[in-house]
Structure formats: structure tokens, C-alpha cells
């Protein structure tokens, strides 16, 4: 990817969540402080599953006291702020929205986490850290809108010490899929070609050092998030005051997310792999 359009990628993204109508949508109806899919156990509360998502991953990351973590597209902070006050480890969010950022390090204060989570502006394929300087990677759904995911997994791989461990969830499109024409608009809506998937993480991963932990894959509730944020966004958008065409418009997206996950063009699975020794 040319530079030019590696930084159209960045800037899009970064003025998409930095916008007054997608922080409304994510901040009142996606999940509150936690803007990521959710694991469904047969009540359709949004952020009670977008919360037990991080509880199932931080269970795979265990024991996380004292460690070092870094965030990648953290958010506004929810998963740190589980990890630091939780379970006792110190975070570092690197999140390229500065509209998100700001209420992270609100929330972050007001929860008495600001001596154990440090909230940066910044894009995770170019990451302002020395080599090995953490113990864990941490990423929800964010890799996805990165325009070169490769040169996001050289910088795990470089921040990362020897055995640390990077647990992560991504949005992917299905292994060998012959005909990707169908996910088009999703394509066109995160301003990228494609999709990753899993084979394409098992593959890059491996050639730069990782071995594979634990692959959980759970594609379904993929399609049940996308489900259940569209209904929510629709039943309230008049009461949050998310304009009438963000909503159209934001609506008809999500519907390809959920069509795309039943039809099994697309795949959502908790990935863990673990850094090896040199």
C-alpha cells in the first residue's frame, strides 16, 4: 500500500470515530464503555456481552497481576480499566480517536485507574515503544480498519518480550472463501480491500516468531451483536439524538455485518498466541 494511501486509511478512520454522530452511536449504543462484540449467553443486553467478552479473554490471558499491557484501539478504556482494577495489571491504551481518548482518561480518573493506565494518542502500526516493553497484547476488534495489518503484527511482535502473549479479536471474513463480491460493502464502508482471516493471522503470526495458543472461534455471535446493535440504534436514535441519515445509513451497514455472519462469509474468533523465545 502506497504511503499516501496508508494515510488516507489512518485519517479516515481517526475523523470516523473522532465524529460527534459515531461517538454518540458507540457511547450510547454499542456498549457504553466497551465498543466491541459481545458474547451472547441468551439475554441480548448489549454491554452485559460486550463485558463478558473481555472477562472470557482476560480468563485466556491469565494471571495478569503486574503485568504490562498495551491496548491496541483501546477505546474508550473499558477492557484496561477490567484489567488494571480487576486484575491488578498496568495498561497502556494507544488509540488513534482523540474524541474516545478523552473520555478514557475521564473514566479512567473517575475509577481512581490514572497511576495504572496511561491513555496515548497513536496508531498501532507505528507504536511509540521500546523493543519488548510489555508482557501482553491486547486488541478488540480494531486490526480491521488498520490499511497495513502486517506492519500492525511487526509491531506486536517487536513491543512484545519473549513469551509474551497476544490475545486478540478481530472481525474476518471466512477461510477460503472463492467468491468475495458479497462483502464488498463492507469493504467499502472500512475503506479497505479486504479483510483479514483466520489462516491469514495463523499465517503471519507464525513467520514472525508466534506459536498459536487457542483459537476460539465464535462466528455467531458476531452475527448476533450486529443484530442486536442495529435493532437498539433504530428503537433510539430519536432519543439520543443520532441524526435520522447516520442511522439509514449506519443501519444498512450493520445489516451486511449480520447477513455476512449467517450466510458464513465471515468468521469472529478469540485468538491467542504466544511469542517464542529466541
Known amino acids: ?95 488513534l480517536s482523540r474524541v474516545e481518548n478523552e473520555r478514557n482518561r475521564r473514566l479512567t480518573a473517575e475509577a481512581g485507574l490514572s497511576g495504572k493506565i496511561e491513555v496515548i494518542d497513536g496508531s498501532f502500526d507505528a507504536m511509540p515503544f521500546a523493543e519488548g516493553s510489555f508482557d501482553l497484547a491486547w486488541s478488540q476488534d480494531a486490526i480491521l480498519h488498520a490499511p497495513d495489518r502486517l506492519a500492525v503484527l511487526d509491531e506486536v511482535a517487536r513491543v512484545l518480550r519473549p513469551e509474551g502473549t497476544f490475545v486478540f479479536t478481530d472481525p474476518m471474513q471466512a477461510d477460503g472463501l472463492a467468491d468475495t463480491a458479497a462483502l464488498q460493502p463492507i469493504y467499502d464502508r472500512i475503506h479497505l480491500p479486504d479483510l483479514a482471516s483466520i489462516g491469514f493471522y495463523r499465517e503471519a503470526l507464525t513467520a514472525r516468531g508466534f506459536a498459536e495458543v487457542e483459537t476460539e472461534v465464535l462466528t455467531q455471535q458476531l452475527a448476533t451483536h450486529y443484530r442486536r446493535v442495529r435493532e437498539d440504534l433504530l428503537a433510539r436514535q430519536e432519543d439520543i439524538g443520532i441524526p435520522a441519515e447516520f442511522a439509514e445509513r449506519m443501519a444498512a451497514g450493520l445489516e451486511h455485518w449480520v447477513e455476512g455472519g449467517q450466510a458464513g462469509r465471515l468468521s469472529w474468533a478469540i485468538m491467542v498466541f504466544r511469542k517464542q523465545a529466541a
Not at 488516507?8 to 465524529?19: F, H, I, M, P
Not at 457504553?32 to 463478558?52: C, K, N, P, Q
Open 1 to 95: 500500500m502506497s504511503s499516501e494511501a496508508y494515510s488516507e486509511g489512518v485519517t479516515v478512520a481517526r475523523d470516523y470515530y473522532d465524529s460527534a454522530e459515531a461517538d454518540a452511536f458507540y457511547g450510547s449504543i454499542w456498549g457504553g464503555e466497551d465498543i466491541h462484540v459481545g458474547l451472547y449467553d441468551g439475554t441480548d443486553d448489549i454491554r452485559a456481552a460486550s463485558r463478558r467478552t473481555v472477562e472470557r479473554m482476560a480468563q485466556k490471558a491469565a494471571p495478569l497481576a503486574g503485568k504490562r499491557v498495551i491496548d491496541l484501539g483501546s477505546g474508550y478504556g473499558g477492557a484496561a480499566r477490567v484489567l488494571a482494577g480487576e486484575h491488578g495489571a498496568h495498561v497502556t491504551c494507544l488509540n
